[in-house]
């Protein structure tokens, strides 16, 4: 068995105070019987000033040794918050670059388009490239928007104030269906259990706009990808001091190599490239969750569908 090498010093210390008493009993004893008592408690007295050293330098040794775990312990969690800090910060300066390099060519191409409406509707090729740069430009210019409020997100203060969480749910999913209704799209089965007895869900504290903007994303997504009549589910619960709202659909799922990249920026599934956005929805859910103190998190299977489960603590009186 080796020895640690911060104890050898300790341990050649001991045995050195131990045969010190040995050699000075044996000295003792035989010059004279007289000396027998002295020896008899001088040695033993040796021998346990021995141990005890032994024993002070395997704590002194355990100690310091734990010290110096707990110190490279807490260097590397500092060095992980610190290049999580800084892949932040230089995260933030890109969507701050890319809305200012995407926002004058956008307004640009925008007022282009609304010149050339005129000459645009004289022949239905001319009609359709024009409806298709229209359509186009209009994207570009939502996704720049996205790219701004999703940098200023992450930086600015929010609002502070009391929210009813129940009530951010209530008027999203009324927007949702007003808005499919005034498109002249079938309306979407939706369906809300949020609690009342034995007390309603809690409040949480948090600027209610940025609130609804994420339950408003989560239920926009869920209804977009499910088939026309299927059901999603609005559901609200009380986990410990933590409001969840959940929003589970029925549309395709998403793939399990696609889960942990959902909440990305510019992120779209395979399965998603047909269909309409940006590839922000997820990503403003996830930051509007964060800086109210929360989380936001998915499971999914494919075929069958995905839930999507918003955390934010409660507001306690």
């Known amino acids: ?150 940098a200023e997100l992450e930086t600015q203060p929010i609002e502070q104030e009391d929210v009813d969480v129940a009530q951010v749910v209530r008027d999203a999913v009324d927007d949702v269906l007003a808005q499919a209704q005034a498109a002249g799209r079938p309306r979407p089965a939706v369906t809300v259990s949020l609690p009342t007895v034995p007390w309603p869900l809690p409040h949480v504290r948090g600027d209610v706009d940025l609130l609804y903007l994420a339950v408003y994303n989560l239920l926009g997504n869920a209804v977009k990808f499910s088939p026309p009549g299927t059901p999603v589910e609005v559901r609200g619960s009380d986990e410990g001091g933590t409001v969840v709202v959940e929003v589970a659909d029925s549309g395709p799922g998403v793939p399990d190599d696609e889960v942990g990249v959902v909440f990305d920026e510019l992120a779209r599934g395979r399965d998603a490239r047909g269909t309409p956005g940006s590839g922000l929805g997820l990503a403003l859910v996830r930051v509007i969750a964060e800086r109210h103190g929360g989380r936001a998190t998915l499971r999914s299977r494919v075929g069958h569908g995905t839930v999507v489960r918003l955390h934010l603590p409660a507001d306690r009186p």
């Open 1 to 150: 068995m080796s020895v640690p090498r911060g104890l050898r010093p300790w341990i050649v210390a001991a045995g050195a105070v131990a045969l010190l008493g040995l050699v000075a009993g044996g000295a003792l004893a035989l010059s004279g019987r007289a000396w027998v008592l002295v020896v008899t408690t001088r040695l033993p007295l040796a021998l346990a000033v021995g141990g005890v050293v032994v024993a002070g330098a395997v704590v002194a040794v355990g100690a310091a040794r734990g010290r110096r775990v707990r110190v490279r312990a807490a260097t590397v969690a500092d060095a992980e918050a610190a290049a999580r800090a800084d892949e932040r910060a230089r995260h933030r300066r890109f969507l701050q670059r890319l809305d200012h390099e995407l926002k004058n060519p956008v307004t640009a191409i925008r007022a282009a388009v609304a010149g050339l409406g005129p000459a645009a509707a004289s022949d239905d090729g001319a009609a359709r490239a024009h409806a298709t740069l229209d359509a186009q430009a209009g994207r570009l210019a939502h996704l720049v928007a996205d790219l701004r409020k999703l």
